[in-house]
Antibody
Framework: QVQLQESGPGLVKPSETLSLTCTVS????????WSWIRQPPGKGLEWIGY???????YHNPSLESRVTISVDTSKNQLSLKLSSVTAADTAVYYC???????????WGQGALVTVSS | QSVLTQPPSVSGAPGQRVTISCSGS?????????VHWYQQLPGTTPKLLIY???SRPSGVPDRFSGAKSGTSASLAITGLQAEDEADYYC???????????FGGGTKLTVL
């Protein structure tokens, strides 16, 4: 059974960079695309981007200039960096496994990141 | 404002059938892109409910079904149960935005 677990700071200051890690267990990170999705408190879901271990990555154009997604195959981990954050970036951040027809079948528990000084 | 439009809320009594609509356009559902559905129980992670328009992952009861026609899609839940009370999201790809997109979500209340 594939399991995903997000980790990282729960509080980030405005204008700084948000950094999160997703550890994948129960399967190899080299077999699929892996994605980040976020959900502001009380609001809907927003796709951030996804990446394949060999380098192919795709981002939401609305966030592309601020997003970096990377994969560390030695640790079976996916990472997210979101730069120049504002309060609007406060959200629960999920990592998820993307399947070929663009759906997400396994999700992490989510990590709440608050942007505040 | 999402390019996939869902009603903010729907409700039904136990045992009834409810449907949740997801309305798109020629750049997403109308272009032939698949629609997928997720269930998010209160305080929990989204769970895949329907993929590729109408397929159910293993473990999802057959009370849940999906359909797509033209620029619209729907999720039907029959034999409504109290534990179905949740938020439901549709998701697809939009070629104009070059982005995966989610609907705004629909809150299902079981009366």
């Amino acid at each position: 059974q594939v399991q995903l677990q997000e980790s990282g700071p729960g509080l980030v200051k405005p204008s700084e960079t948000l950094s999160l890690t997703c550890t994948v267990s129960g399967g190899s990170i080299t077999s699929y695309y892996w994605s980040w999705i976020r959900q502001p408190p009380g609001k809907g879901l927003e796709w951030i981007g996804y990446m394949y271990y060999s380098g192919g990555s795709y981002h939401n154009p609305s966030l592309e200039s601020r997003v970096t997604i990377s994969v560390d195959t030695s640790k079976n981990q996916l990472s997210l960096k979101l730069s120049s954050v504002t309060a609007a970036d406060t959200a629960v951040y999920y990592c998820a496994r993307r399947r070929t027809t663009d759906y997400f079948d396994y999700w992490g528990q989510g990590a709440l990141v608050t942007v505040s000084s | 404002q999402s390019v996939l439009t869902q009603p903010p809320s729907v409700s039904g009594a136990p045992g009834q059938r409810v449907t949740i609509s997801c309305s798109g356009s020629s750049s997403n559902l109308g272009a032939g892109y698949y629609v997928h559905w997720y269930q998010q129980l209160p305080g929990t992670t989204p769970k895949l409910l329907i993929y590729a328009n109408s397929s159910r992952p293993s473990g999802v009861p057959d009370r849940f079904s999906g359909a797509k026609s033209g620029t619209s899609a729907s999720l039907a839940i029959t034999g409504l149960q109290a534990e179905d009370e949740a938020d439901y999201y549709c998701q697809s790809y939009d070629s104009s935005l070059s982005s995966l997109v989610f609907g705004g979500g629909t809150k299902l209340t079981v009366l």
